[in-house]
Nanobody, 117 residues
Framework: QEQLMESGGGLVQPGRSLRLSCGAS????????LAWYRQAPGKQRELVAF???????SYADSVKGRFTISRDNAENTAALLMNSLKPEDTAVYYC???????????WGHGTQVTVSS
């Protein structure tokens, strides 16, 4: 069964760091573009970071310079390192994988990140 699974969320103080991980079963990351999205209460889901199958990455302006997306095709994992966290980063974070060739898309169930003192 094809499945994405996020982990690593939690409660963290402003200015601290958190690392989210995304694992997969039944999905080969090597042929997928990967992304992290987030959705805060009352807001639309937004793209946070993207890394292509070839390794090119891009970021939302709000997280540029603070967040780093990475992938390990051999381990079939992806990660989002979040530094200098702010209260406005509080959201449910979702891992997304889209097949580079077919555009078929997969979503994880999300992991809650809360930034608060």
């Amino acid at each position: 069964q094809e499945q994405l699974m996020e982990s690593g969320g939690g409660l963290v103080q402003p200015g601290r760091s958190l690392r989210l991980s995304c694992g997969a079963s039944g999905i080969s990351f090597s042929v997928h573009n990967l992304a992290w999205y987030r959705q805060a209460p009352g807001k639309q889901r937004e793209l946070v970071a993207f890394i292509s199958a070839s390794g090119s990455s891009s970021y939302a302006d709000s997280v540029k310079g603070r967040f780093t997306i990475s992938r390990d095709n051999a381990e079939n994992t992806a990660a989002l390192l979040m530094n200098s966290l702010k209260p406005e980063d509080t959201a449910v974070y979702y891992c997304n994988a889209q097949n580079h060739w077919t555009a078929r898309e997969f979503w994880g169930h999300g992991t809650q990140v809360t930034v608060s003192s």
